[in-house]
């Protein structure tokens, strides 16, 4: 975690405007999921680099960035039973004619998030009032880690759904808007952004080695607060500066639908046959409270 957090900062140093947030709240992943008999949902941290909205000199055209890195507490998940037959299971150690029973797991997820946002200013009166619309692109690497809750006391299918660790390499892309209007003097403003958008990609799990081509659709939600406590302009001959400090408090919700598939987060050798008739939609979604502290010259 600290160097994460160093990497952040030193991103930070290096550029002419940014911002560093830190959030909780929670993440929910439903359906889909072979292992998983119903929603889960546990606290996620997150730590992001911003930059919001930069225009390019001189023009209505600007960029955006959001890097954000993320990490679950462990997702504890009750055992559940499946009723498969045996004849089409790809695992001898499964005993003939019974039910295929679960046992306890605990899920972790961590990734990386980053998007970039391009676009054009239809509404820009200055650095406080606009509205822009755009496109945004992005790339999405999370993964689960998936181990034996310590409180299992059957230990007859160990062997057949061991530690595995699922691992997602999806990118997007779509339409995006965002605005920022002064409320308070130019000391209090508010700003949102929305996002919707194509994504693809792949999932793989390392140990039932069952790699598989995902596409859904990303949706982000994001509204704030932006405090500026002191605004100064300083000029030298046709140099002039606008350095500021700012913090920000806000809401950020995002959320992967994906069409019908079965991913096995288990890492039971399971064939394509028994797979099948279990695919289903599933989802994932986080809602953050973050605050941040930023500048820009």
Same mark, same amino acid.
């Given at each position: *975690?600290?160097?994460? =957090? #160093?990497?952040?900062?030193?991103?930070?140093?290096?550029?002419?405007?940014?911002?560093?947030?830190?959030?909780? +709240?929670?993440?929910?992943?439903?359906?889909?999921?072979? +292992?998983?008999?119903?929603?889960?949902?546990?606290?996620?941290?997150?730590?992001?680099?911003?930059?919001?909205?930069?225009?390019?000199?001189?023009?209505?055209?600007?960029?955006?960035?959001?890097?954000?890195?993320?990490?679950?507490?462990?997702?504890?998940?009750?055992?559940?039973?499946?009723?498969?037959?045996?004849?089409?299971?790809?695992?001898?150690?499964?005993?003939?004619? !019974?039910?295929?029973?679960?046992?306890?797991?605990?899920?972790?997820?961590?990734?990386?998030?980053?998007?970039?946002?391009? +676009?054009?200013?239809?509404?820009?009166?200055?650095?406080?009032?606009?509205?822009?619309?755009?496109?945004?692109?992005?790339?999405?690497?999370?993964?689960?880690?998936?181990?034996?809750?310590?409180?299992?006391?059957?230990?007859?299918?160990?062997?057949?759904?061991?530690?595995?660790?699922?691992?997602? *390499?999806?990118?997007?892309i779509g339409p995006a808007i965002n605005f920022k209007k002064t409320l308070i003097d130019n000391k209090i403003s508010l700003y949102g952004s929305a996002a919707y958008a194509y994504q693809?990609? !792949?999932?793989?799990?390392?140990?039932?080695?069952?790699?598989?081509?995902?596409?859904?659709?990303?949706?982000?939600?994001?509204?704030?607060?932006?405090?500026?406590?002191? =605004?100064?302009?300083?000029?030298?001959?046709?140099?002039? #500066?606008?350095?500021?400090?700012?913090?920000?408090?806000?809401?950020?919700?995002?959320?992967?639908?994906?069409?019908?598939?079965?991913?096995?987060?288990?890492?039971?050798? #399971?064939?394509?046959?028994?797979?099948?008739?279990?695919? =289903?939609?599933?989802? *994932?979604?986080?809602?953050?409270?973050?605050?941040?502290?930023?500048?820009?010259?």
């Amino acid at each position: *975690m600290k160097n994460i =957090t #160093l990497s952040l900062l030193l991103f930070a140093t290096i550029t002419t405007a940014s911002e560093i947030e830190y959030g909780q +709240g929670t993440f929910e992943l439903t359906g889909g999921f072979l +292992g998983l008999s119903q929603t889960i949902q546990e606290d996620v941290t997150t730590y992001s680099l911003v930059e919001r909205h930069a225009n390019i000199p001189a023009s209505k055209l600007f960029y955006g960035y959001d890097f954000t890195w993320y990490d679950s507490k462990t997702l504890k998940q009750a055992e559940s039973t499946l009723n498969l037959g045996t004849t089409l299971i790809n695992n001898p150690l499964i005993p003939a004619n !019974n039910n295929l029973q679960i046992p306890a797991m605990d899920y972790r997820v961590k990734g990386l998030d980053a998007n970039i946002q391009l +676009g054009y200013d239809v509404i820009h009166q200055d650095d406080d009032n606009f509205l822009g619309v755009g496109a945004l692109v992005g790339i999405s690497i999370p993964w689960i880690d998936v181990a034996q809750n310590d409180s299992n006391n059957n230990e007859e299918y160990t062997n057949i759904f061991p530690d595995s660790k699922t691992s997602f *390499m999806t990118y997007k892309i779509g339409p995006a808007i965002n605005f920022k209007k002064t409320l308070i003097d130019n000391k209090i403003s508010l700003y949102g952004s929305a996002a919707y958008a194509y994504q693809t990609g !792949n999932i793989k799990n390392d140990y039932a080695d069952a790699k598989y081509s995902v596409d859904g659709t990303y949706q982000e939600y994001n509204v704030g607060l932006y405090f500026t406590p002191f =605004t100064e302009t300083y000029k030298w001959g046709w140099l002039s #500066l606008s350095p500021r400090l700012y913090a920000t408090l806000g809401y950020k919700y995002s959320k992967w639908d994906v069409d019908d598939m079965t991913i096995d987060t288990s890492g039971a050798k #399971l064939s394509s046959d028994i797979l099948a008739p279990l695919k =289903t939609k599933f989802q *994932m979604d986080s809602s953050t409270t973050y605050a941040g502290i930023g500048y820009s010259f």
